[in-house]
């Protein structure tokens, strides 16, 4: 069943910001299939090519092809489903569940992607009874002094934030324990009723970025 265009452009930008912390990885590797595939203009693959930034150079290819109508769009998602892309980007796997033929907003692919890794480790809603209250700013600045040099791995991995959002954070702030302060109140504000101390203190206490106990057991403290 062909798509409607508008809907094929719209699927694109839904998935854009995911996409942007995927391809970011080898942003090189992406346009260079999809120049292959004459996905962008010549004025714009020298355009996308001039920039150094990855998470810009992502940004900018799928503005391009945006820009371009919706062969390119689905072209773009073509591409993202060939094999050379999927064993690149494995994390692309959720491109093959997308609705190209249909009309859905790909609410699916978006619960499957939600940090894979986390959904079988952490408990759908578990109850605490400490740490149940929204976090505290407070909180967070106590937590922001522990954390070291890999807070953009922590962020992406365990608070499940961008990677170009990451970026802006570094660039908006030169302290280092603000920029992870920002990170934290960042996943706060998206989390909204969901931003209890406790849910903080289980996503940062994963066996694959841990932090030591007396860095987070703040969290779980009684006023």
Known sequence: ???EPAAVIQLLRSQKIKLIDILSADA?????HADSRCLLSAHGYQQVKACRVPSEKVTDLLDHIIQRGPEAARGLLELLNDQALQETFPRLCFIKDLPVNT??????????????????????????????????????MT?????????????????DIPSVKLEQIAEDHSL??????AMLRYWSTCQREKATAAHLHLLL????????PESIDSLLETD
């Open 176 to 181: 280092h324990v603000e920029r992870v302060f």
């Open 143 to 159: 937590v922001a002094r522990t954390i070291g040099r890999s807070w953009r791995e922590i962020g992406r991995l365990a608070l």
């Open 1 to 3: 069943m062909a798509v």
């Open 28 to 32: 090189d590797f992406v346009l260079q």
């Open 103 to 140: 009309l859905s907003s790909g609410e699916t692919s978006r619960k499957r992607e939600t940090a894979p890794d986390l959904q079988e480790t952490i408990p759908s809603k578990k109850i605490y009874t400490k740490g149940s209250r929204l976090v505290k700013e407070k909180q967070l």
């Open 205 to 212: 206490s994963q066996e694959d970025w841990a932090l030591p």
